[in-house]
């Protein structure tokens, strides 16, 4: 069984979820801009060469500020991105790299008893927990 470590290195960009309509929005907002300039410079009529009547010329630069303001937002969400750097948790598949986990503390003056586990005193003969004998201590 590996231990995971946790390795930060530079990862490329990823696109942002948004790009996508960013494009679009770009798309949208140039052909508004054009729309509106083609209402705002309609002419319904025209008496040699000065317009007469132009009704759609407030729509046309209503148009172009919903246009401009597409186009805006489209290049926002077009170049906006993410971090570079990403922390990555790697499984080892090489346990003999890392060290093994370090023993248990010794405890000098206790004895722990092979049948049930208890701890009794290092020079004691039975055990505290279940009366046992208790193996020699070692030397």
């Not at 759609?56 to 489209?74: F, K, R, S």
């Not at 080892?92 to 060290?99: E, G, K, L, M, R």
């Amino acid at each position: 069984m590996g231990y995971p470590a946790i390795v930060q290195y530079p990862i490329p960009p990823k696109q942002h979820p948004h790009r996508d309509v960013g494009v679009v929005l770009l798309g949208v907002g140039i052909a508004g801009i054009v729309a509106g300039v083609i209402l705002a410079a309609y002419c319904a009529a025209s008496f040699f060469g000065v317009c007469l009547d132009n009704p759609y010329a407030g729509y046309g630069g209503l148009l172009i500020l919903l246009g401009i303001v597409l186009l805006i937002v489209g290049f926002i969400l077009m170049f906006e991105s993410s971090s570079g750097v990403q922390a990555v948790v790697v499984s080892q598949q090489n346990p003999q790299s890392f060290a093994p986990p370090p023993p248990p503390p010794v405890h000098p003056g206790i004895r722990f008893c092979p049948s049930c586990g208890g701890a009794s005193a290092r020079s004691a003969g039975f055990c505290n927990r279940c009366g046992k004998p208790l193996p020699p201590p070692p030397v």
